[in-house]
């Protein structure tokens, strides 16, 4: 069973930091393209950043410079360090698994074809 566990979401004020982390398994991991997308009450989800098999990252132009993704392999695990958190960056926030590596299909939700249950992020004023 292919499956995706989202964890270390919580409440930060303004300029602070978390870590969040997505455990996998069922998965190809090593072979896979990881994601982390993030909602808004109210708003569609939107891509927040992704890393390919090469360790290649890209990021949402409203995130670059203060988050950063990366994964160990070894551990099936893919993670988003988010520093100097805005109140607009409160969200639940969704780590998936793609099987493709084209950059211009990992901005996509639908390039990604397992999800996981999220994890909500706070951020107070």
């Known amino acids: 069973q292919q499956q995706l566990v989202e964890s270390g979401g919580g409440l930060v004020q303004a300029g602070g930091s978390l870590k969040l982390s997505c455990a996998a398994s069922g998965l190809p991991f090593s072979d896979c393209s990881m994601g982390w997308f993030r909602q808004a009450p109210g708003k569609e989800r939107e891509f927040v950043a992704s890393i390919d098999w090469s360790g290649t990252t890209y990021y949402a132009d409203s995130v670059k410079g203060r988050f950063t993704i990366s994964r160990d392999n070894a551990k099936n695990a893919v993670y988003l360090q988010m520093n100097s958190l805005k109140p607009e960056d409160m969200a639940v926030y969704y780590c998936?698994?793609?099987?493709?590596?084209?950059?211009?299909?990992?901005?996509?939700?639908?390039?990604?074809?397992?999800w996981g249950q999220g994890t909500q992020v706070t951020v107070s004023s």
């Open positions: 998936a698994a793609a099987a493709t590596s084209a950059p211009w299909r990992l901005t996509g939700m639908e390039a990604y074809d397992v």
